[in-house]
Every structure is written in structure tokens, then in C-alpha cells.
T-cell receptor
Framework: KNEVEQSPQNLTAQEGEFITINCSYS?????LHWLQQHPGGGIVSLFM???GKKKHGRLIATINIQEKHSSLHITASHPRDSAVYIC????????FGTGTSLTVIP | EPEVTQTPSHQVTQMGQEVILRCVPI?????FYWYRQILGQKVEFLVS????????KSEIFDDQFSVERPDGSNFTLKIRSTKLEDSAMYFC?????????????FGSGTQLSVL
């Protein structure tokens, strides 16, 4: 069973497009993390959310605790945004989604 | 920005051998974690460590695994007798406080190949 589900699994976008990646979870959580995994494998934490909305540059993350759902938005997408985006939640331990592979085409 | 560093970046070992993966967390961080990612699969939590003891561990973290903070800077993951299925990328991470409400800082990973 997957405690964290992400959609879509793969996403291809044209440069400049607005992108949304979704995450749903089935466990009680204290926080939700959005992570970015680069093609070389390294992982960078983008956001940690426990409620509401956060914005950093062109990235926006929202969470709805009641609906157990979070979204990651990328505005004005750029080829350098190409990466795997991973949703992870912390309940009694960490649970990771399988990731969304994003390719932004120039 | 401060970094979590992991060594080696690649490790090749024979099945049955012991391996030690090393991590240097960010210096003022107190909580440390190991994760692994088998090729093509999702990241999996292995263990969290605080105050010189394991605070949480997953089902994956069986008796073949151990963690240690041998000095004030290093955090190690030991696999006693490696199996083929231990081949994966192993990530170390650290946080200043309890991770439930803290941003995670990841190392760049150690790719372990068990032959």
C-alpha cells in the first residue's frame, strides 16, 4: 500500500507553462515535505508545510489538511526545473511518494 | 549554505562483506537520518537518530544495519553482511530540531553496489 500518492507520474511541459503536481496521503501527518531530486540523484528540500501555503520564487506549495492533499505549483517553468519532485510526509515515520518526473522543453 | 557531506560517493563491495557509509551532518544539527533509494524506486526511510540513540527505524532496518555517531561530527551507517538487494543510493540527512517541523538537509548520497 502507498501511504503517499503523487500525480502525475510523468509530466512534460513547454517552457513558460504553469505546472501543478499533486500529492495525496492517507496517514495522519505532522508535516509534508516537497523535495526535488536532480538527474544526478541529489535531493534538495523545497518546502516543509504543516498548513496553508508557502511561496519561494516561482514555486508555490499548498496543503489542505482536511482533504489530505497538497499541491506544488511552478509558474513560468524553465528547463532547469526538470527533475523528479517528491512528496514526503512525516507521521510516526517518513513516508515518500514515488515522485513526479518533470521535463520542461525549451 | 552549510552542507551535509557523504563519503564515499560510490562504493562497490562483494556480497557478504561489511560496508560503512559515512556522513558529516551540518555542525549544529541534532537529528540525523538515513534513507535509501533502490534504482527506479521511491526513497525509503531507514532510521532516525538523536541524542546518541535510534529514535525511529523502519522494517528495512534489521539486525544487519547499525548506526553510530563515533565522534562529534561523523554519523555512520554500517551494513554487516551485504546482500545483493542492499544495492541502492543511500542518503544521509540532518535537521536542527525534530524533523516533524523542520526542513531536511540531504547529503548527495552514496551509491552502493553489491556484487
Amino acid at each position: 500500500k502507498n501511504e503517499v500518492e503523487q500525480s502525475p507520474q510523468n509530466l512534460t511541459a513547454q517552457e513558460g507553462e504553469f505546472i501543478t503536481i499533486n500529492c495525496s496521503y492517507s496517514v495522519g501527518i505532522s508535516a509534508l515535505h516537497w523535495l526535488q531530486q536532480h538527474p544526478g540523484g541529489g535531493i534538495v528540500s523545497l518546502f516543509m508545510l504543516s498548513s496553508g501555503k508557502k511561496k519561494h520564487g516561482r514555486l508555490i506549495a499548498t496543503i489542505n489538511i482536511q482533504e489530505k492533499h497538497s499541491s506544488l505549483h511552478i509558474t513560468a517553468s524553465h528547463p532547469r526545473d526538470s527533475a523528479v519532485y517528491i512528496c514526503a510526509v512525516t507521521g510516526n515515520q517518513f513516508y515518500f511518494g514515488t515522485g513526479t518526473s518533470l521535463t520542461v522543453i525549451p | 549554505e552549510p552542507e551535509v557531506t557523504q563519503t564515499p560517493s560510490h562504493q562497490v563491495t562483494q556480497m557478504g562483506q561489511e560496508v560503512i557509509l559515512r556522513c558529516v551532518p551540518i555542525s549544529n544539527h541534532l537529528y540525523f537520518y538515513w534513507y535509501r533509494q533502490i534504482l527506479g524506486q521511491k526513497v525509503e526511510f531507514l532510521v532516525s537518530f538523536y541524542n546518541n540513540e535510534i529514535s525511529e527505524k523502519s522494517e528495512i532496518f534489521d539486525d544487519q544495519f547499525s548506526v553510530e555517531r563515533p565522534d562529534g561530527s561523523n554519523f555512520t551507517l554500517k551494513i554487516r553482511s551485504t546482500k545483493l538487494e542492499d544495492s541502492a543510493m543511500y542518503f544521509c540527512a540532518s535537521t536542527l530540531r525534530n524533523s516533524l517541523n523542520e526542513k531536511l538537509f540531504f547529503g548527495s548520497g552514496t551509491q552502493l553496489s553489491v556484487l
